[in-house]
């Protein structure tokens, strides 16, 4: 910032600045617990008796940044009517609190500069974005980071995008999601960690404390925003923005727990999502919004509508019009709207004519107002806007290296028939064939806003580096690519989904490659020669043929800013594969949604093969093709010696011991899980439930115990009464590489 920005933020400043930075310094914890009751410092508490409805209403009106630029235009339009000079005006009347995605500091330094001079009440704004994995050093999508089963690692790359996020004038993210995603065929689950519940939590809670640092108020900080509350991963069929009809129970068992870690670790926002849920619209619920949010879970942060999420409630047919929409979304507790105007359309007339209580409209004012200072924005507006800064900050030799560890630790290798892999570094003459064997394309994923394909390394410039005779061939043309695959000694075979098939409104009805990518699969595996197959995907996909039984066969996701880097670490054994699946990969599309905690029915299939009048399809049985859970490594692990503390869990904690052997030629990384399974009770139960895990990186003949804990909460579910409560029976266990794998199985009982 220039001296004469600093001078002007200082003269923007109300009396009792010094208090307000006292404030924001509060835990986040405590600020979510008290910041609906405990008094605002008093200098900014007495704003809102001076605002005028208008500019209360400006308080909650947040819009795509006019000024943008790459994605960010086709991911949220600004609006064909808006351009960066009407949104200056409207920074001058206090009509509008901030915008999103946006292009940068120098963006930033002029709206702010604009709101802290020109503006009636000198308002810091606000400035957002979808920070979903990475600013311009892109990471793996979020499901691929899932797949490390490591929430340091989510931890460490949220932390390195909050601060190039913060060195480009952002205060606020929309990330992370936390939705749980059981339907493959939904594209939004590339932006999640997958199916599980634990899983979930442990990812959610990691992202939220990556993103915000030491605090709130640190100029390297940015505020999280927990997504979608809620269930919105439940859509029927998959459909993006589809009805959602789950019970109660399903609610509080799957899809709250995420939200809830998220906010024990101090996220202060949350975004209502799309879907109605059993035929009343989230972001018009107030049994969602209030009795569960507010009052049950004492949230006391800001809730803020998904993009025009307030106006979609007129196509739902739950509001006739865009002012019925914005007082059914106001008053059901959606506190901030984002992108249609509506609130400040519509809330001051909803207020003069007595349709909205004041009460209402201040209490919405205070908790945005609360944000802004618990991000420091009112001690320095400009806290997080500096050019200079900007450009020191982004795509830094540290956090290109960090994208690079990343992308290693979150590719999973589902099949090594025959050790193909690693490859020879040299003796051998490999070639790279598909798609995505080489070009700046399909590389950082779906939901990047800034960063580019461009920025990214591919598999090409990567795999020359440790081989560089490596021949590439698109697979364009079959005869070609077969021609390539018979002159060489291995083919390496890069195909699998582009990263528009994933993402926002990308639902698939089938979830297979591509018919002419299997069609090229098919043709290379003909040839006699030993392949790998690398899988792009942003979703669990129904794999079969040549591609499910390739010799070896790495999912690699879409990696980001190190793609074709943390690729060739794996396939030459720079770096040994360590990731699991975070989704169940189905059979066949019909089998979806598919996840391995289901409940067993009344008429499971024994094991063996298919029987009549046993729940399972004609052709398939209910199990996953990879399981969730499963991936291999470069070692060869072995699971012996399993040793439970005592027959009986009661008060005092239940230790579960197991012995991890390496009996392989290279170190490597195990990922050890334990599950359990409840025998019988009064609400039936899943057949597995993940309640641990822990990474064990072992040398070759190395050996390592490991231990699990269980206490009787660890064994709670969601009673007839829909509330966790505990029952006394037999439980089944198992400590095993994947979810459907035997492993080591036994069994204690709760007292």
Same mark, same amino acid.
């Given at each position: 910032?220039?001296?004469?920005?600093?001078?002007?933020?200082?003269?923007?400043?109300?009396?009792?600045?010094?208090?307000?930075?006292?404030?924001?310094?509060?835990?986040?914890?405590?600020?979510?617990?008290?910041?609906?009751?405990?008094?605002?410092?008093?200098?900014?508490?007495?704003?809102?008796?001076?605002?005028?409805?208008?500019?209360?209403? $400006?308080?909650?009106?947040?819009?795509?940044?006019?000024?943008?630029?790459?994605?960010?235009?086709?991911?949220?339009?600004?609006?064909?009517?808006?351009?960066?000079?009407?949104?200056?005006?409207? &920074?001058?009347?206090?009509?509008?609190?901030?915008?999103?995605?946006?292009?940068?500091?120098?963006?930033?330094?002029?709206?702010?500069?604009?709101?802290?001079?020109?503006?009636? !009440?000198?308002?810091?704004?606000?400035?957002?974005? *979808?920070?979903?994995?990475?600013?311009?050093?892109?990471?793996?999508?979020?499901?691929?980071?899932?797949?490390?089963?490591?929430?340091?690692?989510?931890?460490?790359?949220?932390?390195?995008?909050?601060?190039?996020?913060?060195?480009?004038?952002?205060? +606020?993210?929309?990330?992370? %999601?936390?939705?749980?995603?059981?339907?493959?065929? +939904?594209?939004?689950?590339?932006?999640?960690?997958?199916? *599980?519940?634990?899983?979930?939590?442990? %990812?959610?809670?990691?992202?939220?404390?990556?993103?915000?640092?030491?605090?709130?108020?640190?100029? *390297?900080?940015?505020?999280?925003?927990?997504?979608?509350?809620?269930?919105?991963?439940?859509?029927?069929?998959?459909?993006?923005?589809?009805?959602?009809?789950?019970?109660?129970?399903?609610?509080?068992?799957?899809?709250? #727990?995420?939200?809830?870690?998220?906010?024990?670790?101090?996220?202060?926002? &949350? %975004?209502?999502?799309?879907?109605?849920?059993?035929?009343?619209?989230?972001?018009?619920?107030? +049994?969602?919004?209030?009795?569960?949010?507010?009052?049950?879970?004492?949230?006391?942060?800001? &809730?803020?509508?998904?993009?025009?999420?307030?106006?979609?409630?007129?196509?739902?047919?739950?509001?006739?019009?865009?002012?019925?929409?914005?007082?059914?979304?106001?008053?059901?507790?959606?506190?901030?709207?984002?992108?249609?105007?509506?609130?400040?359309?519509?809330?001051?007339?909803?207020?003069?004519?007595?349709? &909205?209580? %004041?009460?209402?409209?201040? /209490?919405?004012?205070?908790?945005?107002?609360?944000?802004?200072?618990?991000?420091?924005?009112?001690?320095?507006?400009?806290?997080?806007?500096? @050019?200079?800064?900007?450009?020191?900050?982004?795509?830094?030799?540290?956090?290109?290296?960090?994208?690079?560890?990343?992308?290693?630790?979150?590719?999973?290798?589902?099949?090594?028939?025959?050790?193909? !892999?690693?490859?020879?570094?040299?003796?051998?003459?490999?070639?790279?064939?598909?798609?995505?064997?080489?070009?700046?394309?399909?590389?950082?994923?779906?939901?990047?806003?800034?960063?580019?394909?461009?920025?990214?390394?591919?598999?090409?410039?990567?795999?020359?580096?440790?081989?560089?005779?490596?021949?590439?061939?698109?697979?364009?043309?079959?005869?070609?690519?077969?021609?390539?695959?018979?002159?060489?000694?291995?083919?390496?075979?890069?195909?699998?989904?582009?990263?528009?098939?994933? $993402?926002?409104?990308?639902?698939? =009805?089938?979830?297979?490659?591509?018919?002419?990518?299997?069609?090229?699969?098919?043709?290379?595996?003909? =040839?006699?020669?030993?392949?790998?197959? !690398?899988?792009?995907? $942003?979703?669990?996909?129904?794999?079969?043929?040549?591609?499910?039984?390739?010799?070896?066969?790495?999912?690699? +996701?879409?990696?980001?800013?190190?793609?074709? #880097?943390?690729?060739?670490?794996?396939?030459?054994?720079?770096?040994?594969?360590?990731?699991?699946? #975070?989704?169940?990969?189905?059979?066949?599309? $019909? /089998?979806?949604?598919?996840?391995?905690?289901?409940?067993? =029915?009344?008429?499971?299939?024994?094991?063996?093969?298919?029987?009549?009048?046993?729940?399972?399809?004609?052709?398939?049985?209910?199990?996953?093709?990879?399981?969730?859970?499963?991936?291999?490594?470069?070692?060869?692990? *072995?699971?012996?010696?399993?040793?439970?503390?005592?027959?009986?869990?009661?008060?005092? @904690?239940?230790?579960?011991?197991?012995?991890?052997?390496?009996?392989?030629?290279?170190?490597?990384?195990?990922?050890? /899980?334990?599950?359990?399974?409840?025998?019988?009770?009064?609400?039936?139960?899943?057949?597995?439930?993940?309640?641990?895990?822990?990474?064990?990186?072992?040398?070759?003949?190395?050996?390592?115990?490991?231990?699990?804990?269980?206490?009787?909460?660890?064994?709670?579910?969601?009673?007839?009464?829909?509330?966790? =409560?505990?029952?006394?029976?037999?439980?089944?266990?198992?400590?095993? @590489?994947?979810?459907?794998?035997?492993?080591?199985?036994?069994?204690?009982?709760?007292?």
């Amino acid at each position: 910032m220039n001296g004469q920005d600093r001078r002007i933020s200082r003269r923007a400043l109300l009396a009792g600045a010094g208090a307000a930075l006292a404030w924001s310094a509060s835990p986040a914890r405590a600020l979510l617990a008290i910041v609906g009751e405990r008094p605002l410092p008093a200098a900014v508490e007495a704003l809102i008796s001076r605002m005028t409805l208008v500019e209360k209403a $400006g308080q909650l009106n947040l819009l795509a940044a006019a000024w943008a630029g790459g994605a960010a235009i086709s991911l949220n339009p600004a609006g064909a009517a808006s351009s960066f000079d009407a949104q200056l005006r409207m &920074v001058r009347r206090g009509e509008l609190t901030g915008v999103f995605n946006g292009n940068g500091a120098e963006m930033a330094r002029r709206m702010q500069t604009e709101a802290v001079r020109r503006s009636r !009440l000198k308002i810091p704004l606000l400035f957002a974005a *979808d920070v979903i994995h990475g600013l311009r050093t892109v990471f793996p999508v979020p499901l691929a980071e899932a797949a490390s089963f490591d929430p340091d690692l989510a931890r460490r790359t949220a932390r390195a995008a909050a601060v190039e996020a913060s060195a480009s004038g952002i205060d +606020w993210t929309f990330a992370p %999601m936390v939705d749980i995603a059981r339907d493959a065929r +939904w594209g939004r689950g590339v932006e999640g960690s997958g199916e *599980d519940v634990l899983l979930g939590r442990l %990812m959610a809670a990691a992202r939220v404390e990556g993103f915000q640092g030491s605090g709130l108020a640190a100029p *390297d900080a940015v505020a999280a925003c927990a997504k979608h509350f809620v269930a919105y991963g439940a859509g029927e069929s998959g459909l993006d923005y589809n009805s959602v009809d789950v019970s109660e129970r399903t609610l509080r068992d799957v899809y709250f #727990p995420p939200f809830q870690a998220a906010f024990a670790a101090g996220a202060p926002t &949350v %975004m209502a999502s799309f879907n109605d849920l059993s035929g009343v619209p989230a972001t018009a619920n107030p +049994w969602l919004l209030d009795t569960i949010l507010r009052k049950e879970w004492g949230f006391g942060g800001l &809730v803020v509508s998904d993009y025009t999420g307030d106006e979609e409630l007129i196509a739902h047919g739950f509001a006739k019009d865009g002012r019925d929409a914005a007082r059914l979304a106001f008053l059901a507790g959606v506190d901030m709207s984002m992108q249609s105007g509506l609130y400040l359309q519509h809330l001051p007339d909803l207020v003069e004519k007595g349709e &909205v209580p %004041m009460a209402r409209l201040d /209490q919405a004012v205070r908790r945005v107002l609360a944000l802004k200072v618990a991000l420091g924005l009112f001690d320095d507006p400009f806290r997080r806007i500096d @050019p200079a800064r900007e450009k020191a900050r982004l795509r830094t030799p540290e956090t290109l290296a960090l994208a690079r560890e990343a992308g290693g630790r979150s590719i999973v290798m589902l099949r090594n028939e025959g050790d193909v !892999l690693p490859l020879p570094r040299s003796g051998k003459k490999i070639a790279l064939i598909g798609p995505f064997a080489g070009g700046g394309h399909d590389l950082i994923g779906p939901w990047n806003v800034y960063g580019t394909d461009r920025e990214a390394v591919d598999l090409v410039t990567a795999v020359r580096e440790t081989v560089p005779g490596a021949t590439m061939d698109d697979g364009s043309d079959l005869a070609r690519a077969v021609a390539a695959a018979r002159a060489a000694d291995i083919v390496v075979l890069a195909i699998g989904e582009t990263q528009n098939m994933s $993402g926002e409104a990308q639902s698939r =009805t089938e979830i297979v490659v591509p018919a002419e990518q299997q069609a090229l699969a098919e043709a290379i595996a003909a =040839t006699g020669k030993p392949y790998v197959v !690398l899988l792009r995907t $942003g979703r669990a996909l129904a794999l079969t043929g040549a591609v499910a039984k390739a010799p070896a066969l790495l999912v690699t +996701w879409f990696l980001g800013s190190q793609d074709g #880097p943390a690729i060739a670490d794996i396939l030459f054994g720079a770096v040994s594969p360590s990731a699991r699946l #975070p989704v169940s990969f189905p059979r066949a599309s $019909g /089998q979806v949604p598919y996840y391995y905690a289901h409940r067993s =029915t009344g008429r499971p299939n024994p094991p063996g093969a298919l029987q009549p009048y046993k729940a399972h399809f004609r052709d398939y049985p209910n199990s996953a093709l990879f399981a969730f859970g499963h991936g291999l490594t470069y070692g060869k692990m *072995d699971y012996s010696d399993l040793r439970l503390s005592t027959a009986t869990l009661g008060d005092t @904690p239940l230790t579960i011991r197991a012995t991890i052997a390496n009996t392989g030629r290279m170190t490597a990384t195990e990922v050890v /899980q334990l599950y359990v399974h409840d025998v019988v009770a009064s609400v039936t139960q899943p057949v597995r439930v993940l309640k641990a895990f822990t990474r064990v990186t072992l040398a070759p003949g190395a050996r390592q115990d490991v231990t699990f804990t269980l206490t009787r909460a660890d064994l709670s579910f969601i009673g007839r009464d829909l509330t966790p =409560t505990t029952e006394p029976g037999t439980f089944c266990l198992w400590v095993a @590489p994947s979810a459907e794998a035997e492993g080591l199985a036994g069994t204690f009982t709760l007292t």
